[in-house]
C-alpha cells in the first residue's frame, strides 16, 4: 500500500472549540450560563490566550455564546432564529454579487408565503387579525418616510408567519425580508405604489378573516408579483 495518507494535525483552537462545543452540547453548560473566563480555560486546556479567544469567536459565530467586552461570554439557547442568522452574512454576499440569486429569492418568498397565508387563514383568531389590521393600521402612516413603511410591512408578513405557530417559519420569514430589504428600493414611495401595497394588505387579511385560504393564498401572489419588482441590484437603482 504505496498511497500517502498523512495525519493533519489540528489548530490548537479547533481542538478547545470542539472540547467547549461539547460541554455546551452535552448540557453541562446551560443556556444563560457564563463561560468560564479566558485564565480558568487557559489552565483547563494549556493553551495561551490566542487559541481560547479563537475558539471562543468560532462558538459566537454558530451563535452558542454571546460575546461582551469586559464580560464572561454567556451560554445562548439555541433557536432557529440563531442557526439561520449564521448564514446571515454569506446570504448578504452572495444575493450583492448575483442578479439571479436575488430572484431566485425573491421566487422563494412567493413560494413560502402562498403556504404561510393559506395557514394563517386556516388558523387566524380575532386576536391575530386585529395585529395585521393594526400593523397596515401603522404603515399607512408611516406613508412617505420610506424606512418605517419598509419596517411595517416586514412586520406585516412576518405577523403572518408567527400566526402558524411554528417558530421556523417565522425564523425564514425574518431571513427572507432582512436579505431582501437591502434591495427595496424606494420607487416604493416616490411613485406612489405605497397605496397599492396598503390595499393589497388588506385584502390579504379581509381573506384571512374569512378564512378563505385560496382567496388568500391567490390575494398574496398577486401582492408579491407587483411588489417584487422593487427589488433590484444596487447597481440598477
Known amino acids: 500500500m504505496n498511497r500517502s495518507e498523512p495525519i493533519v494535525r489540528r489548530k490548537l483552537s479547533d481542538e478547545v472549540f470542539a472540547r467547549l462545543k461539547r460541554l455546551i452540547t ?16 487557559m489552565e483547563r486546556f494549556e493553551v495561551g490566550r490566542p487559541a481560547i479567544r479563537e475558539a471562543m469567536q468560532a462558538l459566537s459565530n454558530m451563535g452558542l455564546v454571546a ?6 461570554a454567556k451560554v445562548l439557547q439555541l433557536t432557529a432564529k440563531s442557526i439561520i442568522k449564521q448564514v446571515d452574512g454569506a446570504a448578504k454576499i452572495i444575493l450583492s454579487s448575483s442578479r439571479d440569486t436575488l430572484e431566485h429569492l425573491k421566487t422563494a418568498r412567493i413560494f413560502f408565503e402562498r403556504g404561510m397565508v393559506r395557514e394563517a387563514a386556516e388558523k387566524a383568531t380575532s386576536e391575530d387579525v386585529q395585529l395585521l389590521k393594526a400593523t397596515v393600521a401603522e404603515q399607512r402612516a408611516a406613508r412617505g418616510d420610506s424606512e418605517a413603511f419598509i ?20 425564523a425564514v ?57 422593487l427589488y433590484v441590484m444596487n447597481s440598477e437603482k
Open 67 to 72: 460575546i461582551s467586552h469586559g464580560e464572561r
Open 151 to 170: 419596517s411595517a410591512d416586514m412586520k406585516f408578513h412576518t405577523q403572518i408567519a408567527s400566526i402558524s405557530g411554528n417558530p421556523i417559519y417565522v
Open 26 to 41: 452535552s448540557g453541562e453548560l446551560q443556556p444563560g450560563d457564563d463561560m468560564p473566563s479566558e485564565r480558568e480555560l
Open 173 to 229: 420569514s425574518e431571513a427572507t425580508l432582512g436579505w431582501l430589504k437591502e434591495y427595496h428600493t424606494e420607487m416604493l414611495i416616490w411613485t406612489g405604489k405605497e397605496k397599492y401595497t396598503l390595499t393589497e394588505h388588506e385584502e390579504i387579511i379581509d381573506r384571512i378573516e374569512h378564512g378563505d385560504a385560496d382567496g388568500a393564498e391567490k390575494a398574496m401572489i398577486k401582492h408579491l408579483e407587483r411588489s417584487r419588482a
